[in-house]
């Protein structure tokens, strides 16, 4: 069975610290682009962080020197570092994993992560 299960969301007060995994299992990491989306109830869902099968990465200037994604293709797990949180972080946070052209091939279910004070 594949699956992408995500952790590591949870509350934080402003200027903490979370990090967000995501475990792969019944496929294999390295052969996908991983990119993290974040959704607000009546917002667009937004991208905050990819990575390439290169591991090169890229995210908006929105959390660019906050967010840092990152791969282990020996533990088949990407992971978000987000240091510095703000109030407007506060979302649910979906992994993905894409290997073709018409969109992800996996999701990871969603995680809750609260910003506040």
């Known amino acids: 069975q594949k699956q992408f299960v995500e952790s590591g969301g949870g509350l934080v007060q402003p200027g903490g610290s979370l990090r967000l995994s995501c475990a792969a299992s019944?496929?294999?990491?390295?052969?996908?682009?991983i990119a993290w989306f974040r959704h607000t109830p009546g917002k667009e869902r937004r991208t905050v962080s990819c990575?390439?099968?290169?591991?090169?990465?890229n995210s908006p200037d929105s959390v660019k020197g906050r967010f840092t994604i990152s791969r282990d293709n020996t533990k088949n797990i990407v992971s978000l570092q987000m240091n510095s949180l703000k109030p407007e972080d506060t979302a649910v946070y979906y992994c993905?994993?894409?290997?073709?052209?018409?969109?992800?091939?996996?999701w990871g279910q969603g995680t809750q992560v609260t910003v506040s004070s």
């Open positions: 990575i390439s099968r290169g591991a090169y990465t």
């Open positions: 019944g496929f294999t990491l390295d052969d996908y682009f």
């Open positions: 993905t994993a894409q290997i073709g052209p018409l969109g992800p091939e996996y």
